[in-house]
């Protein structure tokens, strides 16, 4: 069996421990304690793909649609299938 809580290190309190017993009853259990980064933290992290990442959001790679023109593409792309 395996639970996953994600919380605050704040709402972590005694309920927690009565729930993890509760759940587990006498069977053994290994807690482990981590963080996850964000998305953009996870990305940024190593130098090179931050400078990578940064370069591509400065250079205009952009398609931009009016509304009206979106509605038209995404239309057209249904009557091809």
Same mark, same amino acid.
């Given at each position: 069996? +395996?639970? #996953?809580?994600?919380?605050?290190?704040? +709402?972590?309190?005694?309920?927690?421990?009565?729930? #993890?017993?509760?759940?587990?009853?006498?069977?053994?259990?290994? #807690?482990?304690? %981590?963080?996850?980064?964000?998305?953009?933290?996870?990305?940024?992290?190593?130098?090179?793909? +931050?400078?990578?990442?940064?370069?591509?959001?400065? %250079?205009?790679?952009?398609?931009?649609?009016?509304?009206?023109?979106?509605?038209?593409?995404?239309?057209? %792309?249904? +009557?091809?299938?």
């Amino acid at each position: 069996m +395996e639970a #996953i809580y994600k919380l605050k290190a704040s +709402e972590i309190d005694l309920g927690l421990i009565k729930a #993890i017993k509760s759940l587990f009853k006498d069977r053994e259990v290994t #807690i482990t304690v %981590s963080t996850e980064l964000d998305e953009t933290q996870y990305l940024t992290n190593n130098p090179v793909n +931050e400078k990578h990442l940064l370069d591509n959001m400065a %250079s205009d790679h952009m398609v931009k649609y009016s509304g009206e023109e979106f509605e038209t593409f995404i239309n057209g %792309s249904k +009557e091809d299938e």
